[in-house]
């Protein structure tokens, strides 16, 4: 596996792996509403990293650099629990440098999980009722 730079021809696997990722994960949000733009609205002005075995893409980071910030973290649903999430994560800390923050959605247990597991530590918990995320950090 190899952690690079996405380029703009990557986008159109990207923003399928991001729509797949979220239809299939986010119960607490609605399915029909999202669509393949929303990559590109919501990685705007930030440094985009992607996992790639065999020329397919397996899971992708976006991060936006001036705050330390992983503001996406998705992995295909097919390669989810093989270690894509933790080398990208991984990669994204080498670039940014320590601390690391991000937010997760209270309501993804799994992510949270996974990134606690990892040494993330919980900070708080903000947003407003029915959209509640922890603020994690990584030192």
């Not at 669509?35 to 992708?60: H, P, R």
């Not at 992510?111 to 994690?136: P, Q």
């Amino acid at each position: 596996m190899i952690i690079r730079e996405a380029s703009k021809t990557d986008y159109p696997q990207l923003r399928q792996i991001y729509l797949e990722s979220r239809r299939k994960s986010f119960h607490w949000a609605n399915a029909d509403e999202m669509t393949l733009n929303d990559f590109d609205k919501d990685t705007i002005e930030e440094y985009v990293l992607l996992a790639e075995e065999n020329s397919q893409i397996l899971g992708f980071t976006s991060l936006y650099l001036p705050d330390r910030f992983i503001h996406n973290l998705f992995v295909h649903p097919d390669f989810n629990g093989k270690g894509v999430g933790t080398q990208l994560v991984k990669k994204a800390i080498e670039k940014m440098g320590k601390p690391v923050r991000l937010k997760c959605v209270s309501e993804n247990h799994k992510a949270l999980m996974f990134y606690e597991k990892s040494g993330w530590k919980k900070v708080v918990e903000e947003g407003k009722l029915g959209e509640e995320y922890w603020v994690l950090v990584y030192e």
